[in-house]
């Protein structure tokens, strides 16, 4: 990414942090990043065009901390694997926490406060189930032969974390028994396993 790019991401990013997107004046970003404002406008084309580029960064920047957690202690053996996804949990419930646009991406949870995301139809649109499944996916290739259920079930639980946290989200209860400790006692039959009653409904 050029320099000059990065560099009126972060300073967008870091008003975004401040105050509500709507807020947010293209002037003061380009002032921000060192750069004229006709400099953003040809970059992005507008403020809608920042504010896509913003969507797409924080998606990239989360997957790059899947790849992370994914990577993080790799040895081989399955207790590995379920340490590696229980560190895939923790990073999706941490970075959701932290970044609105990231909660927002994982959730379909958009306000007023955060850029608009590119509408449905477009390429360039990611919805929830869209980033879910990229999470997945990773996290099977990552972990073969760990078998594609439990891969799922780590991004679920995760996800059930971030729309639902735990009763006190700065620890306490959840601290301990936190989305990690979750994926341990639950991993030991996948949530589409068929039940004795599923035939008679």
């Not at 040809?42 to 913003?54: C, P, S, V």
């Not at 920047?61 to 996804?85: H, I, K, Q």
């Not at 919805?127 to 990773?138: M, N, Q, S």
Request: glycine share 10%; aromatic share 4%; net charge positive.
């Amino acid at each position: 990414m050029p320099a000059g790019r990065e560099s009126l991401l972060q300073a967008a990013e870091a008003a975004l942090s401040a105050r509500p997107w709507p807020s947010v004046r293209m002037v003061e970003v380009a002032a921000a990043a060192g750069v004229s404002r006709q400099t953003l406008y040809n970059e992005f084309g507008g403020k809608e065009g920042l504010g896509r580029a913003l969507v797409r960064r924080a998606a990239q920047g989360y997957l790059e901390g899947v790849d992370r957690a994914l990577e993080s202690g790799a040895r081989p053996g399955r207790a590995d694997a379920e340490g590696r996804l229980a560190e895939l949990a923790e990073w999706t419930v941490r970075a959701a926490r932290a970044q609105p646009l990231v909660r927002a991406l994982l959730t379909g949870g958009w306000d007023l406060a955060l850029p608009v995301p590119p509408p449905p139809g477009n390429r360039q649109a990611l919805a929830p189930g869209d980033l879910a499944r990229a999470v997945r996916d990773r996290a099977v290739a990552a972990l073969s032969p760990e078998p594609a259920w439990r891969c799922e079930l780590a991004v679920r639980l995760a996800l059930s974390y971030v729309i639902a946290p735990g009763e006190d989200a700065a620890g306490g209860a959840e601290r301990e028994r936190g989305p990690a400790e979750l994926l341990r006692l639950a991993g030991a039959a996948p949530f589409s396993a068929p039940n004795r009653t599923a035939g008679v409904r």
